[in-house]
């Protein structure tokens, strides 16, 4: 049997810069109705960039609503109707002044089901050389190249606990465990 629910209605009770606020009255599946509290997001894009040394590039930046710098994959947030890849192209370049000759989609992520439809779409980046950094004007982080491994101890010790980081970085540590990874970090023709 498959579960579902059906709006009836929605109300939005905010527009914001980035988000929307709906209350929704839905039916369930056993005839009763039932409000949803749903934020809409335009989603985001988030960058496994590793090099040919098995470096990963992370960032670091103050995060207002836990009041404190967190370790991130480099990402941001979709314009209006833009390309996921190009977004993810876009903020490797901005956040750590890097492009990458090959993108492999590792697929999206539903970061907070219970609430939220953000979808991050995520990639790893190979064939790493640098750009111009350009950092957007009211973000501050600083980048920094870790050991892939240690960064993946990171997260399995709770160091690193951005959802999308976690995600990012395991799916990266299974295609390694399932001896895809040697592959992809190979420069065409080699």
Partial sequence: MKHWEKP????TVYKGRVVRLNVDKVQLENGRT???EV??????????ALDEQERV??????RYPFGEELWELPAGKLEPGENPLLAAQRELGEE???????????????????YCDEVIYTWLATGLSPCQLEPDEDEFLTVEATEFEKAVSLVLSGKIRDSKTVAGLLKVYALKQKGQLSKMLRRPGK
């Fill in 8 to 11: 009836l209605s929605k109300t």
């Fill in 34 to 36: 039932s409000q949803r």
């Fill in 39 to 48: 934020i809409h997001h335009p989603g985001g894009a988030c960058v496994v």
């Fill in 57 to 62: 590039y992370l960032v670091r930046q103050f």
């Fill in 96 to 114: 750590c002044g890097l492009s990458a000759q090959r993108y492999f989609d590792l697929g999206p992520i539903y970061p907070t089901v219970g």
